[in-house]
């Protein structure tokens, strides 16, 4: 079956650090891949995704190319922000969902900056 | 402002209780999703409506019962819920085509807490 299992929580990085969070899929055919950003007291809202193999997503700064070789799809940035501080979720989209998002997400990684 | 909105924000009921979460989309979107976000876990989908049917539910107890009136809104009606069914329940919304796979809009949840 699909599934999506992320590097465990909390990571705790200093301001200015390079964040990598690990995110690595099983999934038949060829599922999209995302990443969502859960912000305090807010519901999830996309960061970026990758539909194809090689496929870089990027957006404010985070970046993740799209493995098929590996089967991963891994969350960098280069200098984390207090305020990048978050819960981030990986997530796949099966091959054909028929019609509606059926997305499967990690359990989420837990990311604090301090200053 | 994802334009998915919920309500109430937080909740807090006894197992004998009945209770209805609402989540509303101004999006003019075609789906709508229910999710059950529990610490740790990965998101789970519990239901899921396109075209105001309910075309996925994935094995969810029929304490929890979903109602799509129209296009626009979706209920959650809860009853006799166990502790258990403590989390945080997140309404999403997405305009669906014949292949799937679009963003999905999140609204920031109810947080539930069943005594």
């Known amino acids: 079956g699909n599934s999506v299992t992320q590097m465990e929580g909390p990571v705790t990085l200093s301001e200015e650090a390079f964040l990598t969070i690990n995110c690595t899929y099983t999934a038949t055919g060829y599922p999209s891949l995302f990443w969502y950003v859960q912000y305090p007291g807010e519901g999830l809202q996309l960061l970026l995704k990758a539909t194809k193999a090689d496929d870089k997503g990027s957006n404010k700064g985070f970046e993740a190319t799209y493995r098929k070789e590996t089967t991963s799809f891994h969350l960098e940035k280069g200098s984390v922000q207090v305020s990048d501080s978050a819960v981030y979720f990986c997530?796949?989209?099966?091959?054909?969902?028929?019609?509606?998002?059926?997305?499967?997400f990690g359990a989420g990684t837990r990311l604090a900056v301090h200053p | 402002e994802t334009g998915v909105t919920q309500t109430p924000r937080h909740l807090v009921m006894g197992m004998t209780n009945k209770k209805s979460l609402k989540c509303e989309q101004h999006l003019g979107h075609n789906a709508m999703y229910w999710y059950k976000q529990s610490a740790k876990k990965p998101l789970e989908l519990m239901f899921v409506?396109?075209?105001?049917?309910?075309?996925e539910n994935n094995s969810v107890p029929s304490r929890f019962s979903p109602e799509c009136p129209n296009s626009s809104h979706l209920f959650l009606h809860l009853h006799t819920l166990q502790p258990e069914d403590s989390a945080l329940y997140l309404c999403?919304?997405?305009?669906?085509?014949?292949?799937?796979?679009?963003?999905?809009?999140f609204g920031s949840g109810t947080q539930l807490s069943v005594l």
């Open positions: 409506y396109s075209l105001e049917e309910r075309v």
């Open positions: 999403a919304s997405s305009q669906e085509g014949r292949t799937g796979g679009e963003k999905l809009f």
């Open positions: 997530a796949l989209s099966p091959s054909f969902s028929g019609g509606y998002n059926k997305l499967i």
